[in-house]
């Protein structure tokens, strides 16, 4: 099995979105690298040709343009190689019924896009002190 290295598969399709993701991780001192895609249907080949090295955390948008991140999150959870990568999920939706289909499907934290910047660093926060 392929060890975990320290870099963050990004699945996000704005770039505003993932700019303000860069700068979370950035003032949360995050000194991996952020490999970033923007459709749902590269994650599962993007990670077989990087079969040597893990990503610490996928953060997943859940509307991508070309298939959902429920799909994705489904695919992940579903392939033998992939199914212990923890996925933080990252939407604008705020019904709790997300959330809870996320957890269903794997997911280990869903958090709430919002404009508010300093809860959304909070709730970032939490998530990379788990994984050290």
């Not at 991996?32 to 080949?45: F, H, Q, Y």
């Not at 923890?86 to 957890?103: D, H, R, T």
């Amino acid at each position: 099995m392929p060890k975990s290295e320290s870099y963050i598969l990004l699945v996000e399709d704005s770039r505003a979105d993932a700019r303000i993701i860069f700068e979370i991780l950035r003032n949360l001192n995050w000194k991996g690298e952020i490999e970033v895609l923007t459709n749902g249907s590269e994650v599962i080949p993007f990670l077989q040709k990087r079969a040597e090295r893990f990503p610490r955390l996928i953060i997943l948008d859940l509307l991508l343009p070309d298939i959902s991140g429920h799909a994705v999150l489904k695919s992940l959870k579903t392939h033998q190689n992939y199914k212990n990568i923890p996925v933080l999920v990252q939407s604008g939706y705020n019904f709790k019924n997300q959330a809870e289909k996320c957890f269903k499907l794997g997911a280990r934290w869903y958090i709430k896009k919002s404009f508010e910047l300093d809860l959304m660093e909070s709730e970032f926060e939490k998530v990379i002190k788990s994984l050290a």
